[in-house]
């Protein structure tokens, strides 16, 4: 369980980072496939394969996926995971164009979440959470929380743009004894 968890969250940060070729070789070796049994302790690999196929514009793949892992996760009662595939899936529809199911699925998210104060569910989705963020407060939907939240995504930003600033500049020689 511990492997896979770690596995996951690593294939996750390689989304992050662009790496789609060693995703795919970690869902291949984790045999995860979007028709696999969801039991709970692999719903977080599941989710990251759900991320995968949206990295790599199988969105027909990832809605399929998603609405599983939305069943599962509500049967199961995982809020968390319930806002987390409501987000990716706001997200899947905005990348087919589909504005209007993307903002339902972002003010399902809002129910959920709001009450609860979550914010770092919305932050760690970046750039693609920010426009659907600013859609939603330009259309009246929970504008407070989404500015809110907006507000949260932009100081997340500047404090990436501080660091790189801050990054000493690499040594011609890194190693004491080459």
Same mark, same amino acid.
């Given at each position: 369980w ?9 294939? #996750?940060?390689?989304? =992050? ?29 599941? =989710?990251?394969?759900? #991320?995968?196929? =949206? ?12 609405? #599983? ?7 199961g009662?995982?809020?968390? #995971?319930?806002?987390?595939?409501l987000l990716?899936q ?63 995504l932009?100081?997340?930003a ?21």
């Amino acid at each position: 369980w511990i492997t896979g968890q770690f596995g996951a969250w690593r294939t #996750r940060l390689w989304l =992050v980072q662009g790496k789609l070729e060693v995703s795919s070789r970690w869902a291949l070796e984790r045999r995860l496939t979007i028709d696999g049994e969801l039991a709970y302790l692999r719903m977080i690999e599941y =989710v990251v394969l759900a #991320r995968l196929l =949206v990295a790599q514009e199988h969105l027909d793949e990832a809605s399929r996926l998603l609405e #599983r892992l939305f069943a599962a996760a509500k049967a199961g009662g995982q809020t968390t #995971r319930l806002i987390e595939i409501l987000l990716l899936q706001a997200m899947t529809f905005h990348a087919r164009g589909d504005t209007t199911r993307a903002l339902g699925k972002l003010e399902h998210a809002f129910k959920l979440a709001e009450p609860e104060g979550f914010v770092r569910i919305f932050v760690d989705e970046g750039p693609p959470m920010a426009q659907l963020l600013s859609e939603a407060a330009t259309l009246g939907i929970r504008p407070d929380y989404a500015g809110n939240l907006l507000a949260a995504l932009e100081a997340e930003a500047q404090k990436h743009q501080d660091a790189s600033h801050l990054s000493p500049a690499p040594s011609a020689q890194p190693l004491v004894e080459p």
